[in-house]
């Protein structure tokens, strides 16, 4: 089973995240802070990471470079906030979503990471943004 490591400071866009990669047949570990993140990218295996591009104190380019640094191998998806932002951090990602879009268009770009087809659609994407999903519309 594949296993995705998603890094979001927002509780809420977390747990959603969770839920919906473990309803789209995933295994998932979560940090809700980059130290938690750091820590259990060095002791943890997954295959894809999704950071969120904010976090207090810190940068999602930080994150993604440490994750990096003890995960060579590891494929990177930003979540960002603006598309400035995310060209930004593209150098630091295999691929990037902007917060405005469905969640099946993460899941598709995580699919691909890991050579996966979008078989099984994920009702809950189709009307909704993961943002309007976690309240931030």
Not at 8 to 16: C, V
């Amino acid at each position: 089973m594949t296993t995705i490591f998603c890094a979001e400071g927002n509780s809420t866009a977390l747990r959603l995240q969770t839920s919906l990669f473990q309803m789209s047949g995933y295994a998932v570990l979560v940090a809700n802070d980059p130290d938690t993140a750091i820590e259990l990218a060095k002791k943890s295996p997954f295959e894809v990471a999704i950071v969120d591009d904010q976090f207090p104190h810190t940068s999602g380019i930080y994150l993604a470079r440490e994750i990096r640094r003890v995960k060579p191998n590891v494929r990177i998806v930003f979540v960002s906030s603006s598309v400035r932002s995310a060209w930004e951090d593209i150098g630091e990602a295999d691929e990037y979503v902007l917060e405005g879009e469905s969640f099946e268009v993460l899941l598709q770009k995580v699919q691909n990471l890991v050579g996966s087809s979008l078989d099984d659609e994920v009702p809950l994407t189709r009307t909704r943004t993961m943002s309007q999903m976690a309240g931030n519309s």
